[in-house]
């Protein structure tokens, strides 16, 4: 329990440390779902983020190398969109 409230603090300071390069170009984005132990997060691009063309590259090459290099435990980002295509009713 300890260790999942660790990372998830860990997990959303790094989102926030992200969020204002997104918004600088009109995008953000939210955690949709985090699997401790697995270390899989899911996350939704929003605005512009959402609809663009170098949105994978995004994801992979900025958002996730960032977050695993914070979030200990941290394998794996993955975007509604472009990993998967299922709604979450609890975002975080």
């Not at 996350?43 to 190398?65: F, N």
């Amino acid at each position: 329990m300890f260790y999942r409230e660790v990372m998830e603090a860990a997990l959303l300071e790094a989102v926030d440390a992200i969020r204002p390069a997104l918004q600088s170009d009109g995008g953000d984005m939210r955690v949709l779902s985090f699997d401790e132990e697995t270390g899989v997060v899911d996350i939704e691009l929003l605005g512009a983020c959402g609809g663009c063309p170098m949105s994978s590259m995004t994801l992979k090459a900025g958002i996730e190398r960032i977050l695993r290099d914070r979030v200990p435990g941290l394998s794996e980002v993955r975007a509604k969109g472009i990993d998967f295509d299922v709604d979450f009713e609890d975002a975080y």
